[in-house]
């Protein structure tokens, strides 16, 4: 039963374009929304986070939008850069909870330069 | 500062054995979370410490699978007559508030 999604398992997109990485969730008890960049044989690294009571975090060349009622949350990428080429996965916690992360499958992003 | 460290990296086991593994968390976080990811799956939670309460342990597969955290920081996850199924990478987390510190994880292939 995954109760976090990430229904694309690849992406491909030109150097200095938009890279957009979509998510949905089915527990509405998460509250809490994390991004992770996972490179081969490395463990995952936090990139960027929202909390559900905002729709919209920004940092830097990372932007996550929040969308509660859908229960769906996206990370843009502009512009995207060819170090950016990795896995990402979006995860989920409900804080009130153990706060363990629930994670998607992820998906790969190759930047073509 | 360091990060999260593992060991081993890689283990290579025969079915029916059991095996340790290790992880040692970033100095201070008190929350230490433990995590597999297998072929083409999502990280799939298997056990939570935060201080000294019980850990949460809702997430671990079967009773082949243990862990313990010694004195609030090193813990180590054992998993008892191997099957080819916990084939995967094991990967372990730190917290010190929301955001989880993984290390480069152990790939264990069990055979």
């Known amino acids: 039963d995954q109760q976090v999604k990430q229904n694309s398992p690849s992406l491909s997109v030109q150097e200095g374009r938009i890279s957009i990485l979509n998510c949905d969730y089915t527990n509405s008890m998460f509250d809490y929304f994390l991004w992770y960049k996972k490179y081969p044989a490395e463990g995952p690294t936090f990139l960027i986070s929202?909390?559900?009571?905002?729709d919209k975090n920004e940092d830097g060349r990372f932007t996550v939008f929040l969308n509660k009622s859908a229960k769906h949350l996206s990370l843009h990428i502009v512009p995207s850069q060819p170090g950016d080429s990795a896995v990402y996965f979006c995860?989920?916690?409900?804080?009130?909870?153990?706060?363990?992360?629930?994670f998607g499958t992820g998906t790969r992003l190759t930047v073509i330069p | 500062g360091a990060g999260v460290s593992q060991s081993p990296s890689n283990k290579v086991t025969e079915k029916g054995k059991d095996v340790e593994l290790r992880c040692d968390p970033i100095s201070g976080h008190t929350a230490l979370y433990w995590y597999r990811q297998s072929l083409g799956q999502g990280l799939e939670f298997l056990i939570y410490?935060?201080?000294?309460?019980?850990?949460?342990k809702s997430g671990l597969p079967s009773d082949r699978f243990s862990a313990e955290r010694t004195g609030g920081s090193v813990s180590t996850l054992t998993i008892q007559r191997t099957q080819q199924e916990d084939s995967a990478v094991y990967l372990c987390a730190s917290s010190d508030f929301y955001e989880q510190y993984f290390g480069p994880g152990t790939r264990l292939t069990v055979t």
């Open positions: 995860a989920a916690s409900a804080r009130t909870g153990a706060n363990n992360l629930f």
């Open positions: 410490f935060q201080g000294n309460s019980a850990p949460d």
């Open positions: 929202i909390s559900s009571i905002k």
